[in-house]
């Protein structure tokens, strides 16, 4: 006999294209009804991309008509709109109420120096007069706490929702504040795409220019669950001058592509090294930064140097943009904080 049950366990099988997790467990089901022989499913993909829907639908339709008493399979799917005007609600329901633009940091693998990128953008733009937030999606290994130099737990408002701390103008949510001291977070996927969704919609907000997401490393739970919860404004892509990174790099900006995310640009960091004598020192080797972004077809953002100040004030908990504002290398990121508000306005 068919059953819901039946039904959303066959759906199982199938794994979103590009990823090793199922549809069922990104959410993407939202309805299952049978009426005697027929089955319908209506899908909920916040990807606009007609061939990752036509991809999952043709899967649907196969697993589904293999089922014993299946007759006939119905699949609906709801996209964003992909035409200025066009109303979706779907699309609505992941815009963030008071919140004008979301913006992911992302890397393709991690010591890149991806979250020292983030929290300096952040207090780059907050210098710049804008009303930012800082929500950092390493669930696994939060370091925008220290980074940014506070520990204190979100308080909680009269509606239930977390209340986020604020330093230098930011106002911050990470999982670092929930854990005591080196606990780890052992978790799988589906917890990882509740907290991030908690996180988003759990937080009190309030009016904000933007909203920086750093995410951690890769192209797992923890990006796809973000584009499922909120509709992105774009991808900020960092990046060191190596081939190591770059190859990486380029398989985060087909991510992004996947689920119909444009990308605002790359930054490249650790481009160079200046030694006391004045001498440029190119460790990382130099330039790759630009030539990706070149054959992307995409903006280069800006190259942050490699300076001791940077990392000390991460350490410090005072980024460079706040510690010392006049710096080079915090000169560099306000310069892309700039930019990113201009490219976007």
Same mark, same amino acid.
């Given at each position: 006999?068919?059953?819901?049950?039946?039904?959303?366990?066959?759906?199982?099988?199938?794994?979103?294209?590009?990823?090793?997790?199922?549809?069922?467990?990104?959410? #993407? +089901?939202?309805?299952?009804?049978?009426?005697?022989?027929?089955?319908?499913?209506?899908?909920?993909?916040?990807?606009?991309?007609?061939?990752? %829907?036509?991809?999952?639908?043709?899967? $649907?339709?196969? @697993?589904?008509?293999?089922?014993?008493? !299946?007759?006939? +399979?119905?699949?609906?799917?709801?996209?964003?709109?992909?035409?200025?005007?066009?109303?979706?609600?779907?699309?609505?329901?992941?815009?963030?109420?008071? $919140?004008?633009? !979301?913006?992911?940091?992302?890397?393709?693998?991690?010591?890149?120096?991806?979250?020292?990128?983030?929290?300096?953008?952040?207090?780059?733009? %907050?210098?710049?007069?804008?009303?930012?937030?800082?929500?950092?999606?390493?669930?696994?290994?939060?370091?925008?706490? #220290? /980074?940014?130099?506070?520990?204190?737990?979100?308080?909680?408002?009269?509606?239930?929702? /977390?209340?986020? *701390?604020?330093?230098?103008? @930011?106002?911050?949510?990470?999982?670092?504040?929930?854990?005591? &001291?080196?606990?780890? +977070?052992?978790?799988?996927?589906?917890?990882?795409?509740?907290?991030?969704?908690?996180?988003?919609?759990?937080?009190?907000?309030?009016?904000?220019?933007? #909203? #920086?997401?750093?995410?951690?490393?890769?192209?797992?739970?923890?990006?796809?669950?973000?584009?499922?919860?909120?509709?992105?404004?774009? &991808? @900020? !892509?960092?990046?060191?001058?190596?081939?190591?990174?770059? &190859?990486?790099?380029?398989? &985060?900006?087909?991510?992004?592509?996947? !689920?119909?995310?444009?990308?605002?640009?790359?930054?490249?960091?650790?481009?160079?090294?200046?030694? *006391?004598?004045?001498?440029?020192?190119?460790?990382?080797?130099?330039?790759?930064?630009?030539?990706?972004?070149?054959?992307?077809?995409?903006?280069?953002?800006?190259?942050? *140097?490699?300076?001791?100040?940077?990392?000390?004030?991460?350490?410090?908990? +005072?980024?460079?943009? /706040?510690?010392? *504002?006049?710096?080079?290398? %915090?000169?560099?990121?306000?310069?892309?904080?700039?930019?990113?508000?201009?490219?976007?306005?």
């Amino acid at each position: 006999m068919l059953t819901q049950d039946g039904v959303k366990n066959a759906l199982r099988e199938i794994k979103y294209p590009g990823y090793s997790r199922d549809i069922v467990s990104f959410g #993407l +089901v939202k309805n299952i009804s049978i009426q005697g022989d027929a089955v319908n499913v209506s899908l909920g993909l916040t990807s606009g991309n007609a061939e990752v %829907a036509a991809q999952i639908k043709q899967a $649907i339709e196969a @697993v589904l008509k293999g089922l014993p008493g !299946v007759g006939s +399979v119905h699949v609906e799917v709801l996209q964003p709109a992909t035409a200025a005007g066009s109303a979706n609600p779907w699309t609505h329901q992941n815009r963030v109420a008071g $919140i004008r633009h !979301v913006v992911a940091v992302a890397s393709g693998k991690g010591g890149v120096g991806k979250s020292t990128v983030s929290v300096n953008l952040a207090c780059a733009l %907050a210098q710049l007069g804008k009303k930012v937030g800082l929500l950092d999606c390493d669930i696994y290994g939060p370091s925008i706490p #220290l /980074m940014m130099g506070i520990h204190e737990r979100p308080t909680v408002s009269d509606e239930e929702k /977390m209340i986020p *701390p604020s330093r230098f103008g @930011v106002k911050l949510m990470s999982m670092g504040f929930l854990l005591d &001291g080196d606990q780890p +977070v052992i978790w799988r996927g589906p917890m990882i795409m509740k907290t991030i969704q908690q996180f988003v919609g759990s937080v009190e907000w309030g009016e904000l220019d933007f #909203l #920086l997401v750093d995410l951690p490393p890769g192209t797992g739970d923890a990006q796809l669950s973000l584009c499922q919860t909120v509709q992105l404004d774009g &991808g @900020v !892509v960092v990046t060191t001058p190596q081939e190591a990174s770059l &190859g990486v790099v380029r398989k &985060g900006i087909a991510m992004f592509h996947k !689920v119909n995310v444009p990308i605002l640009g790359i930054v490249e960091n650790m481009s160079y090294f200046t030694t *006391p004598s004045g001498d440029r020192v190119e460790i990382f080797g130099h330039g790759g930064g630009a030539s990706e972004a070149q054959r992307q077809g995409v903006p280069l953002l800006g190259e942050i *140097p490699l300076f001791q100040e940077i990392r000390e004030g991460g350490d410090k908990g +005072v980024p460079v943009v /706040m510690g010392a *504002p006049e710096h080079p290398s %915090a000169q560099a990121f306000i310069m892309i904080a700039r930019t990113l508000d201009e490219n976007l306005k």
